[in-house]
């Protein structure tokens, strides 16, 4: 069955380093992908997405490529601020429903 | 910016007793979905909703579980007889289209707690 793995946290980084959280997925097809964050307190937010091979999300200086050939949709951040604390999901969507990874917490250290 | 909006943020109940969790979706999407993250756990699929029909469920959405849109605004999710194992985080979202593009767009969650 379709599935999403994402690198387990928590994932620790001072102020302005250089983020990549992994994300890899098994999927029949060629399904959408995406990235959702949750602030602490809050719900999920949308963050990018991407719809087919090749493509590369971005949004608030976060970018994610679709690669068909190692089925991966890593995100990432040149340098990350301390307010970009917060847990990462990496999703896929299969007909009607979207396939969670188990989320990523970030801690951005000033 | 439309949102869509969730409540009560907080339920307690007693084990037995039936909710009713509300949402309300962005007013022109049509399709309309409840998700739920037991603590610690990923977040899981329970039902989507379209044109007053259920068009998928998961395992999880048993008969204990109905969902409704009883007027043009509102979008339901009813547990009849809650379990222990019901504690959780209730997401509802909702989507103007469904295909290549869709994006679902999340509430801030219902914490239902089942003592």
């Known amino acids: 069955g379709n599935s999403v793995t994402q690198m387990e946290g928590p994932v620790t980084l001072s102020e302005e380093a250089f983020l990549t959280i992994n994300c890899t997925y098994t999927?029949?097809?060629?399904?959408?992908l995406f990235w959702y964050v949750q602030y602490p307190g809050e719900g999920l937010q949308l963050l990018l997405k991407?719809?087919?091979a090749d493509d590369k999300g971005s949004n608030k200086g976060f970018e994610a490529t679709y690669r068909k050939e190692t089925t991966s949709f890593h995100l990432e951040k040149g340098s990350v601020q301390v307010s970009d604390s917060a847990v990462y999901f990496c999703?896929?969507?299969?007909?009607?429903?979207?396939?969670w990874g188990a989320g990523t917490k970030l801690i951005i250290k000033p | 910016e439309p949102e869509v909006t969730q409540t009560p943020s907080h339920q307690v109940t007693q084990m037995g007793q039936e909710v009713i969790l509300r949402c309300v979706p962005i007013?022109?999407?049509?399709?309309f979905y409840w998700y739920r993250q037991i603590l610690g756990q990923k977040v899981e699929f329970l039902v989507s909703?379209?044109?007053?029909?259920?068009?998928?469920k998961s395992e999880i959405f048993d008969d204990q579980f109905s969902v409704e849109r009883p007027d043009g605004s509102n979008f339901t999710l009813k547990i009849r007889s809650t379990k222990l194992e019901d504690s959780a985080m209730y997401f509802c979202a909702s989507s103007d289209f469904r295909g290549l593009g869709e994006t679902q767009y999340f509430g801030p969650g219902t914490r239902l707690l089942v003592l």
């Open positions: 999703a896929l969507r299969s007909n009607y429903q979207l396939i």
């Open positions: 991407a719809t087919k």
């Open positions: 909703f379209y044109n007053n029909e259920i068009s998928e």
């Open positions: 999927a029949t097809g060629y399904p959408s």
């Open positions: 007013s022109n999407h049509l399709y």
